[in-house]
Nanobody, 116 residues
Framework: QVQPVESGGGLVQPGGSLRLSCAASGFTFSSSTMRWYRQAPGKERELVATITSSGGRTNYADSVKGRFTISRDNAKSTVYLQMNSLKPEDTAVYYC?????????WGQGTQVTVSS
């Protein structure tokens, strides 16, 4: 099945760090823009970070600038989201999305909970 697979979520205390991974297969990862979204309970899905196919350009939501870093390894067909200085308001299901000329594909999501 063609679908990105996220991993790395979990429970972390405020101020802690997590690194999410999204492994892709079944589509041309190296030519795809990759994005991380998140959705908290009762809220709409929010775009968190974007990285272009080459990795040369990134963009972040204001709420995570300076704390989160998106990166990719095209040789491993994997995109990462390094999350530092986590806050309780970062609690959400985090989704990986691949966008290419062929369309868009979503992963199943991974839960991130920030709580003491």
């Amino acid at each position: 099945q063609v679908q990105p697979v996220e991993s790395g979520g979990g429970l972390v205390q405020p101020g802690g760090s997590l690194r999410l991974s999204c492994a892709a297969s079944g589509f041309t990862f190296s030519s795809s823009t990759m994005r991380w979204y998140r959705q908290a309970p009762g809220k709409e899905r929010e775009l968190v970070a974007t990285i272009t196919s080459s990795g040369g350009r990134t963009n972040y939501a204001d709420s995570v600038k300076g704390r989160f870093t998106i990166s990719r390894d095209n040789a491993k067909s994997t995109v990462y989201l390094q999350m530092n200085s986590l806050k309780p308001e970062d609690t959400a299901v985090y989704y990986c999305n691949a966008l290419g000329a062929w369309g868009s594909i979503w992963g199943q999501g991974t839960q991130v909970t920030v709580s003491s």
